[in-house]
């Protein structure tokens, strides 16, 4: 094996790997936020377990990125260990499909036209060509199918590259020997063992022998230990992301490392010891790419079929290995960068933090306005600790979310960055808001001071206003209900409308003598704090609207909405003016 063909077979690798990339990006686009809702329907059910963890790892090409994915949602406590099992099991067969794929390569030209169109040769250069005009359009799911169609078809050049390297060893007597060595079981599996750990793909493993069984050397008894090895040494990408995460999902590495040793182990021990007893005549027979496809699929399946009533054994052994610590809380990372990988599924998980940020905000206006109305002192310090709360989740999704913004991800998810980007800068300031309502109840109570009866029911009606514009906004958000985010922006109208009543009505009171300007400065920010809430309800009601309609003039759009021409406006208008009266 010269110089060229070295270079060539490295490049074929090269070329498989990038085409395998793009196709996986392509795949996983598709899917969407669809990997994601199927996480959810997670359930205690092995078998569904299973062919949810095939079925993903089908759509991102790759065991090791799912089990990189399972230590990210462990570590950021949205499965625990035990859902991640059938997973991890289920992922080792959907892996068998790229095999499947790549085992067309081996398909001789017949004479017929049908079989002859199976050939990735004779196919996928018009895949590739159908690819490229799909990416050259502006449809975005096009596009993603395009990716998959390219990214197939430079996959499958690999694979070609690979095969043509290695022709010229068809009748290298040395390179039949060095095969032979692998008749070693042991020896095989350690092959496979440490080449799959350090290219770091069992499928670009199992390909590249897939590509040296069309020399015709390699038998069925040289292939398999090799396959073999090569679902330990997929572990390696496992245990290098374990590295910075909390001891539970340290425990997913370790799951995925004793299910595929343990497996390994048993097929060893029971195939080569049926062999010893039955002497197996297929061994000594030549193997080809769609033979390795086959006791590759049939050795995952088998070693799921045997392990998969031992889950809760495997979940054990991850115990053992990693034991609790006593006195040590298990720190949860609120967003784990690993599911950066799979941004599809890392969006999701920022809008349900998202919603959880939501839910605190709206928690502490709520406690503020009931501080107002009674002041509590334990409830005004709830008030400020969430607030610092918010703040955190403010940082940590904003970096998140813009470094999810440079993927690339579909235009669905892309939306859906927009709308949280702009949403949780808003619930921020709302959070302030409620702890300047805490101050104001802290200054009237320590200074003893009380509104006027007219002040204090145009207070009343103003605050009424204020818990059914966060009611709705809230709920708006959490829900994805564009329509009832619709009926904000009348609402935040009357309250501007109110408040503008409130300084006339105070300004009347002062100068009659029923108010002091102590009061009225009090008064002012209060009114402020009001108005400054629903201003930011408002922001984020109008985003969720403009991302759905594709508009991005939030000037344009409130104009629109306000010049009368709106007839839903309007009547919305109308009647929150009616039930909101001051007088």
């Not at 004779?122 to 596009?143: D, Q």
């Not at 750990?197 to 897939?210: H, K, P, R, T």
């Not at 297929?282 to 031992?310: E, V, Y």
């Not at 930011?536 to 104009?559: K, P, R, W």
């Amino acid at each position: 094996m010269g110089i060229i063909e070295i270079i060539t077979l490295i490049g074929g690798v090269a070329f498989f790997l990038y085409g395998m990339n793009i196709m996986s990006n392509g795949l996983e686009k598709m899917s969407g936020g669809k990997l994601e809702s199927t996480l959810k329907r997670m359930t205690s059910n092995p078998f569904k377990s299973l062919a949810l963890g095939a079925g993903i790892t089908i759509a991102i090409q790759s065991s090791s990125a799912m089990t990189v994915m399972l230590v990210g949602l462990v570590n950021s406590g949205i499965m625990n260990l035990e859902q991640t099992v059938g997973l991890i099991m289920g992922s080792n067969i959907g892996t068998t499909f790229t095999a499947w794929l790549t085992s067309l390569i081996g398909i001789e030209d017949s004479g017929n036209v049908f079989t002859d169109l199976l050939k990735p040769a004779n196919f996928s250069l018009v895949f590739a060509l159908v690819g490229v005009l799909f990416i050259s359009g502006k449809n975005k799911r096009r596009k993603d199918i395009g990716d998959i169609l390219v990214g197939f078809a430079i996959l499958m050049c690999g694979m070609g590259l690979m095969g043509d390297s290695v022709n010229g060893l068809k009748d290298s007597p040395e390179f039949a020997e060095i095969l032979t060595a692998f008749n070693n079981p042991i020896l095989g599996v350690l092959v496979g063992t440490v080449f799959t750990g350090v290219i770091q793909s069992s499928a670009a493993s199992v390909s590249i022998l897939q590509g040296l069984s069309m020399t015709g050397h390699m038998t069925y008894g040289m292939a398999l230990p090799i396959i073999m090895g090569q679902n330990i040494g997929t572990c390696v990408t496992a245990i290098i992301s374990s590295f910075g995460v909390n001891r539970n999902a340290k425990r997913v590495s370790v799951v995925h490392i004793s299910f595929n040793i343990i497996g390994t182990v048993i097929c060893l021990i029971l195939f080569y010891g049926l062999n010893a007893i039955f002497h197996f005549a297929f061994m000594n027979n030549i193997i080809d790419p769609f033979g390795i496809a086959l006791c590759h699929f049939l050795f995952n399946l088998f070693t799921t079929a045997i392990l998969l009533p031992f889950s809760k054994t495997l979940v054990k052994i991850a115990n053992k290995v990693i034991p609790e610590k006593e006195g040590e809380d298990e720190e949860v990372t609120l967003l784990d960068k690993r599911l950066l990988n799979t941004p599809s599924i890392a969006i999701s998980e920022c809008r349900n933090i998202t919603i959880r940020m939501s839910r605190i905000v709206k928690e502490a206006l709520l406690d503020a306005l009931n501080v107002l109305n009674k002041y509590d002192k334990n409830l005004a310090q709830k008030v400020e600790d969430d607030e610092g709360v918010v703040d955190k989740y403010e940082d940590k999704l904003g970096t998140y979310l813009v470094q999810l913004s440079s993927h690339e991800i579909t235009i669905k998810d892309s939306q859906n960055v927009s709308t949280m980007l702009h949403s949780i800068g808003n619930f921020e300031r709302i959070s302030d808001h409620a702890v300047d309502i805490v101050k104001t109840a802290e200054e009237l109570t320590e200074k003893k001071l009380n509104y006027s009866v007219e002040a204090q029911k145009e207070i009343a009606v103003a605050e009424n206003a204020l818990r059914e514009i966060i009611e709705i906004t809230f709920t708006a958000f959490e829900t994805g209900d564009t329509e009832l985010a619709r009926k904000v922006e009348p609402l935040e109208q009357v309250i501007d409308r109110i408040t503008a009543e409130m300084r006339s009505n105070h300004i009347t009171r002062l100068q009659a003598g029923n108010c002091t300007i102590e009061l009225g400065f009090i008064l002012n920010d209060l009114i402020n704090g009001f108005e400054r809430v629903s201003d930011h309800c408002s922001n984020i009601a109008v985003a969720m609207i403009e991302v759905a309609e594709g508009v991005f003039d939030t000037h344009q759009y409130l104009n629109d909405v306000k010049s009368g021409n709106d007839e839903n406006f309007r009547k919305e208008y109308e009647f929150y003016k009616e039930k909101y009266k001051l007088a």
